[in-house]
Nanobody, 122 residues
């Protein structure tokens, strides 16, 4: 069974950067779609960025030009580089995986990490 675990969250000033990591264990997700989702207090969980097995990516309009998703199948990891962070980017960020095509709806993903917190101060 593939398990996912996120790290790299923290507290940053607006305009700063963070790099989130997610590592898999207990199997391989090399053929899966991997995604990053976030949930702010009082808000529904939303898709941030997704990447398929071939490395093709999509990012949400709200983070386009600022966030980059990447994966390293040899290390069984997926990353989210977040630059020019804004207060509205704050929330709990989770990585997720599904077989096999990428989708934006969180409920389409069956494998989830426990999440890592991102706080942005102005």
């Amino acid at each position: 069974q593939v398990r996912l675990a996120e790290s790299g969250g923290g507290s940053v000033q607006a305009g700063g950067s963070l790099r989130l990591s997610c590592v898999s264990s207990g199997g391989t997700a090399s053929r899966y779609c991997l995604g990053w989702f976030r949930q702010a207090p009082g808000k529904e969980r939303e898709g941030v960025a997704i990447i398929n097995a071939g490395g093709n990516t999509q990012v949400a309009d709200s983070v386009k030009g600022r966030f980059t998703i990447s994966r390293d199948n040899a290390k069984k990891m997926v990353f989210l580089q977040m630059n020019s962070l804004k207060s509205e980017d704050a929330g709990t960020y989770s990585c997720a995986a599904r077989r096999y095509a990428c989708m934006w709806q969180p409920n389409a993903y069956g494998l989830w990490g426990q999440g890592t917190q991102v706080t942005v101060s102005s």
